[in-house]
């Protein structure tokens, strides 16, 4: 089974597997009380037509194999057998074509009924204080961010957040609050011509490695590395092709199930001669992700180099 596949099983179905059914329903969507943690007020909200999911309580979203991962705490190959069996099961109502969504407009399907407003370079200082306060200068995020203004369909007020592009014209989006993708969700690749790459989980991994590289002048490989933001360990696979082009490939991934999941892929569909270090075990093996590393003064990185 694809990946393709196990995201088309309906997240309903999946939900009524672990025992949820919907709260509330509407139009477009279905609310469920969160399934992962003990919810007093439904917060889990389901995109029927894309079928997709977003958590209101932790800002997280995703689709099918997202979904297990979370509930199941395992890696995405467990994922996707755990799926496998769910699709033969007959209580779920597997399709039997996979339906591709059309795009509007020239654009990739948006993951949520949601329409981008306008475009421009960071100025908003609640999201420069929002950078600020994850220890991101205001520079590097004017550099890799910009501001996307954008609202949703059942909510017309306009909201911004700090944009990270994708290589599918789409936008990773976040902001205090929230955290979302604008259009399509897809890696993004950064080639500067250097012969090795860092791969990370999603973008303010990258902010925080370019705000440490600035910090550690006296490690200049940090700044000597082609970079590759998986934006999803769900959609790890995507990044084959871009990864296995270089000679050696540095791991910023998060030191939790789904970031050794991907880590294994990864792994697995490069070719022999790449070298495929595991910087999150060698430099912040007591934090979760890049962004802890760079604010807790707990997790020293003497004695390691690039």
């Not at 604008?182 to 690749?189: E, G």
Request: proline content about 7%; aromatic content about 12%.
């Amino acid at each position: 089974m694809t990946s393709q596949e196990a995201n088309s099983i309906p997240l309903g179905d999946i939900l009524s597997h672990y025992g949820y059914e919907p709260s509330r329903r509407y139009g477009g969507y279905d609310m469920y009380r969160s399934p992962f943690r003990s919810d007093t007020s439904p917060s889990f909200k389901v995109f029927k037509q894309e079928n997709r999911w977003y958590d209101f309580g932790d800002g997280t979203y995703g689709r099918a194999v997202d979904l297990v991962m979370r509930v199941e705490n395992c890696p995405f190959p467990q994922a996707m057998k755990e799926l496998g069996r769910m699709r033969t099961s007959p209580q779920l109502s597997m399709p039997s074509t996979i339906r591709k969504p059309e795009a509007a407009a020239g654009r990739p399907p948006a993951a949520a009924p949601m329409t981008v407003l306008k475009v421009i370079p960071v100025q908003n200082r609640h999201l420069l204080d929002y950078a600020a306060s994850r220890g991101i200068d205001e520079e590097i995020v004017r550099k890799y961010c910009v501001e996307v203004h954008y609202c949703f369909e059942r909510n017309p007020r306009e909201k911004y957040a700090l944009g990270f592009a994708n290589d599918h014209r789409g936008f990773e989006l976040r902001n205090s609050m929230f955290k979302g993708c604008a259009y399509a969700k897809d890696i993004t690749c950064i080639s500067e011509g250097n012969r090795s790459c860092a791969v990370f989980e999603g973008f303010f991994d990258l902010l925080s490695f370019k705000q440490y590289a600035r910090e550690h002048p006296e490690m200049p490989a940090l700044g000597k590395l082609d970079v590759c933001v998986l934006n999803s360990t769900a959609i790890v696979d995507r990044s084959k092709d871009f990864l296995s082009k270089y000679e050696k490939v540095h791991a910023f991934l998060d030191n939790d199930a789904p970031g050794r999941g991907a880590l294994g892929k990864i792994r697995s569909f490069l070719p022999e001669d790449v070298i495929l270090v595991n910087e999150s075990e060698r430099l912040y093996p007591r934090c979760n992700d890049f962004n802890e590393f760079l604010q807790k003064a707990g997790c020293p990185a003497a004695g390691h180099e690039i």
